[in-house]
């Protein structure tokens, strides 16, 4: 099921900076969330497993069963909407997964996808719930819920959302933050490893000709507002804000979120954005027909 996968020179170099020892494998088999089953096979490829115990309270009662296995201790690897790599520091090392979807992608990008989840991996985590009574340089959190803690419940209430678009949504908010928190990292790649800073650079301009329109789609509905989150905040990571090139620009109303505030507030500025853009969106609404 899990084939460890031989990095290139400039991956293990990445590695080595940012999460020493990590191990990267090929899966065999597709995931969101891998079967319990499955995921304990890793521990015959790890030195040891730390599952992920989060605040039963976090999660609200119709929130996406996943959610309720991260709060049971229930060894959970994996949650939809990771995409084709993810990660774990569950598994000691920490563990990278890529998936056989990206079979036929090119490797150039998918090396960069690996890079990415290695860089996640070692980066430390500023602020949050999951800093609280833990020592400095806590990591970032492994999944959006680590992330939110027990400003999910919050999320959750502040927005018209159902519990599936909350769950995109909160994803996509906390994929923004990594890309917000991370970016300057590829950004400075343009001398030691110029292959992926050049892939980090062709992805953010294959994104740009979606985000245009982005904003008049979320207006008049033509695009529900957690769809649009996702693929905005997944161009954050490319934004004008790293470093020297000419990134992608974020569309309004996400814009507020490629900034320095939600880099030092995170989860209580996603929050109370969330709240204020989709109460402007629902003024913004035509009045329907009373006769």
Known sequence: MFDERTLSGDLAAVRDEHVPGAVVFDVERDFETLDPAVAEQLGLRAESLDPLAYDAAWVPEDAPEVLGRLASGTFTVGAPGDGGVTWTRQTHPPSVFVKPRLEGSPSGFVDFLVATALV????????GPETENHEAGTKLPETFLGFFGETYTELAAATP???ADTYQLANA???????????ETFAGWADDHPDLHAEWVDAGQRLEPRLDGLSREVATGETSFAA???????????????????????????????????????????????????AALADDEPDNPTE
């Open 120 to 127: 996640e991996a070692g980066t430390e985590f500023e602020g």
């Open 161 to 163: 959302l159902s519990p």
């Open 173 to 183: 908010l906390y994929e923004g933050y990594k890309g917000l928190v991370t970016r």
């Open 228 to 278: 649009a989150a996702e693929l905005a905040c997944s161009a954050i990571r490319h934004a004008n804000g790293a470093g020297d090139i000419d990134g992608v620009t974020i569309p309004a109303p996400f814009a507020a979120l490629d900034t320095a505030a939600y880099a030092h507030h995170g989860p209580s500025y996603a929050v109370r954005w969330a709240e204020k853009t989709l």
